[in-house]
């Protein structure tokens, strides 16, 4: 059995911290900011207050953008950096990207990975996309929507001023980004240079607006050449020298601009991946694939088959994987405070498996891609987890 290095593996879990300073406190205090509730704490470091007074507000998250990966370097966004946040449970896209759009929890949006068993359909899907994992097949041919399936209002909808969606055009209007994105006019765009025009043009507009802009190339680089490589490096320079740009247009607008990620990276090495191909008495205890992340997996047990699984994990990888039971990680108030939502149980499964220090686990179907990611999240570890807070000043 290939073990993880002993420096890694015993890492403390770096969790969310929903009292005032995660991405869910940042959403509290902007939509207070703007002229709506929120359920949540304000961001301690950033509480409404300290937001107010400018005439647009810009929200900019790139994804993957880490706080290890912005601290170690020098440019616009580091100068105006205040302080870092942690993300939400698990540190992903799929959902970090619905607290950002509708301001709650996942423990209240209840989105709570890549892949996802909905009992609603009886399937396991990948909600971004909206597909079924197998087969790739769109919900929308099925005459399923995502608001008939996620039940969710968009933050948008509950701000009383103009809202505005700056998105890659391919997936601008896919039903995800057109069902959280409510009443939001949304725009379109190809690349860094027009991202940057748009989020330019809707400054200058004399009326006061909220602007949600996004950038995924930093995650799609490092998926593919990890997130200390050179096309990581050569993207984050852009990036930041269009926001050093951006800085005086925002500024003479009397506008401020936000910017943070839904989550960090790290590597994984292929050494480190755990293919449920080689552990067929793992794989046998489970009623349906691993679901999730594969830095945090939701496991479906066969009825009476929880005593197995238990035992398999504690015998041939505990050294590469901890388990903990579902119910005891909604407890704990890893995915937020407060109500669950109601299908939030059946969306994890019955226990949790997180592997320890770069592993993965990998549980393919037939007929699936079998695509590598050399960069990777939805841990815990401090990389996965801890994002920055950049906020520019009005003038």
């Not at 790139?62 to 706080?67: C, F, H, T």
């Not at 087969?135 to 399923?144: I, T």
């Not at 050569?234 to 925002?250: P, R, T, W």
């Not at 506008?255 to 080689?278: C, E, F």
Request: aromatic share 6%; proline share 7%; charged share 20%.
């Amino acid at each position: 059995m290939h073990a993880a290095g002993n420096a890694e593996k015993d890492l403390t879990l770096a969790l969310p911290d929903y009292r005032g300073g995660s991405l869910v406190n940042l959403m509290s205090s902007i939509a207070a900011t703007l002229g709506s509730g929120s359920p949540y704490p304000p961001l301690a470091k950033l509480p409404a207050d300290a937001l107010a007074g400018g005439r647009h507000l810009v929200l900019l998250v790139v994804d993957g953008l880490g706080m290890n990966t912005l601290a170690g370097r020098d440019g616009a966004l580091r100068r105006h950096l205040v302080g870092e946040l942690t993300s939400v449970f698990p540190s992903t896209t799929a959902s970090a990207i619905p607290t950002f759009l509708t301001g709650l929890a996942p423990q209240q949006h209840g989105l709570t990975g890549w892949n996802m068993y909905f009992r609603e359909i009886g399937a396991v899907i990948a909600p971004l996309p909206f597909r079924v994992r197998t087969g790739r097949h769109a919900l929308r041919e099925a005459g399923v929507t995502p608001a008939a399936l996620f039940g969710l209002a968009s933050l948008f909808d509950r701000l009383p001023l103009p809202c505005h969606v700056v998105s890659p055009r391919n997936i601008v209007h896919s039903d995800f980004n057109v069902a959280l994105s409510g009443r939001a006019q949304r725009h379109g765009y190809e690349s860094l240079d027009d991202l940057f025009n748009a989020i330019a043009a809707l400054l200058h507009s004399q009326e006061p607006s909220y602007i949600y802009a996004y950038w995924p190339q930093i995650d799609s680089l490092a998926h593919a050449h990890g997130i200390g490589s050179a096309p990581v490096a050569a993207a984050l320079d852009a990036l930041d020298a269009a926001f050093e740009a951006l800085l005086g247009v925002a500024q003479a607008c009397g506008s401020r601009i936000v910017v943070t990620a839904d989550h960090g990276l790290i590597d994984s090495p292929a050494d480190q991946a755990i293919d449920l191909d080689d552990h067929p008495g793992l794989r046998d205890a489970l009623l349906l694939p691993l679901c999730g992340e594969s830095r945090m997996a939701y496991a479906y047990v066969r009825a009476g088959r929880e005593a197995q699984l238990e035992d398999y994990v504690r015998t041939r990888l505990s050294d590469r994987v901890r388990l903990l039971k579902s119910t005891d990680i909604v407890r704990q108030g890893w995915l937020g405070p407060g109500d669950p939502h109601p299908a939030l149980l059946d969306r994890l499964g019955d226990y949790v498996l997180i592997p320890r220090g770069s592993a993965i686990l990998r549980d393919w179907l037939k007929g699936e891609e079998r695509h590598v990611h050399v960069g990777i999240h939805g841990g815990l570890s401090d990389a996965e987890m801890r994002v920055p807070l950049v906020v520019t000043p009005l003038a």
